[in-house]
Nanobody, 125 residues
Framework: QVQLVESGGGLVQAGGSLRLSCAAS????????MAWFRQAPGKEREFVAG????????RYASSVKGRFTISRDNAKNTVYLQMNSLKLEDTAVYYC??????????????????WGQGTQVTVSS
């Protein structure tokens, strides 16, 4: 099993930036594809961005493409989400997730077997 701990959330004004981090321990990190999901109050959890085990392949939700960047440092067992040009609608709890498969990415929650506790991102006007 892998344990995930997110950090970096907070309150930011619209147009600002935040960088989320997710530190992993347990299962070999580099063999896992990783993703960020988010859940706003009253809404279902949704895919934000995913990255393959090597970091060579990434995928984004259309709502964040061009504004968010997912990356990973396998030497540090950490995945990041750089969020720029934040909008009010980006307000949510952001979750890091791990999938034991290595190749490609997935946007489906059912493919991920480990989740962090979540970190709150609040964008104000």
């Amino acid at each position: 099993q892998v344990q995930l701990v997110e950090s970096g959330g907070g309150l930011v004004q619209a147009g600002g930036s935040l960088r989320l981090s997710c530190a992993a321990s347990g299962r070999t990190f580099s063999s896992n594809r990783m993703a960020w999901f988010r859940q706003a109050p009253g809404k279902e959890r949704e895919f934000v961005a995913g990255i393959s085990g090597s970091g060579s392949i990434s995928r984004y939700a259309s709502s964040v493409k061009g504004r968010f960047t997912i990356s990973r440092d396998n030497a540090k067992n950490t995945v990041y989400l750089q969020m720029n040009s934040l909008k009010l609608e980006d307000t949510a709890v952001y979750y890091c997730a791990a999938d034991p498969r290595y190749s490609g990415t997935s946007q489906y929650t059912s493919d991920y077997d480990a989740w962090g506790q979540g970190t709150q991102v609040t964008v104000s006007s």
